[in-house]
């Protein structure tokens, strides 16, 4: 399903917000604020940056810029 430029504009804010917020988290801000998708204010710790990571994967998809964080190497 195709968003609509409202729709990806808000996710884009989402999007850029979040990895803001990773960033202070990664840096040692002790607590952070982003608000979700969802409508909710959702507080993330040094401790949660995975949940974070993940959040911010799940927006890059919604928004079709993919999940990946690296080149996928097949064996044979």
Do not use: F, N
């Not at 994967?57 to 080149?71: R, T, W, Y």
């Amino acid at each position: 399903m195709a968003l609509t430029p409202e729709d990806d504009a808000r996710l884009r804010r989402y999007l850029q917000d979040a990895e803001e917020a990773l960033h202070r988290v990664s840096i040692g801000k002790q607590r952070v604020q982003v608000r979700a998708d969802t409508g909710e204010t959702v507080q993330y710790a040094p401790a949660d940056a995975a949940q974070l990571r993940a959040y911010i994967a799940g927006l890059k998809i919604k928004l079709g810029l993919g999940g990946s964080s690296g080149p996928i190497t097949l064996a044979l």
